[in-house]
């Protein structure tokens, strides 16, 4: 079993910035991509951010440029450090992977980042 913990989460005001944090634990074979997902109040959960073990990314267009993620895959550990940020970036932030042979994916209970205008 594999649980994720997130960390980093809270309300800063537009402009600011914020680093996210998820760490895993548990019974794990292998690690390949890692990702941050987000969901609004009403919305649909997006995808915002991913990256392969091998250290590819991917950005949603709404963060390019300013959103950052990165991975440790010694620690079992994905970063997003978010700076900019817009009111529009409210949501529940979710850390994500898929692991072992068959890709099971985990999720983590996620943290709330709330940007005030």
């Known amino acids: 079993q594999v649980q994720l913990v997130e960390s980093g989460g809270g309300l800063v005001q537009a402009g600011g910035s914020l680093r996210l944090s998820c760490a895993a634990s548990?019974?794990?074979?292998?690690?390949?991509?890692m990702g941050w997902y987000r969901q609004a109040p009403g919305k649909q959960r997006e995808l915002v951010a991913a990256?392969?073990?091998?250290?590819?990314?991917q950005y949603a267009d709404s963060v390019k440029g300013r959103f950052t993620i990165s991975r440790d895959n010694a620690k079992n550990t994905v970063h997003l450090q978010m700076n900019s940020l817009k009111p529009e970036d409210t949501a529940v932030y979710y850390c994500?992977?898929?692991?072992?042979?068959?890709?099971?994916?985990?999720w983590g209970q996620g943290t709330q980042v709330t940007v005030s205008s």
């Open positions: 548990g019974t794990i074979f292998r690690i390949d991509e």
């Open positions: 994500n992977l898929a692991a072992g042979v068959a890709q099971i994916s985990y």
């Open positions: 990256i392969s073990r091998g250290g590819n990314t």
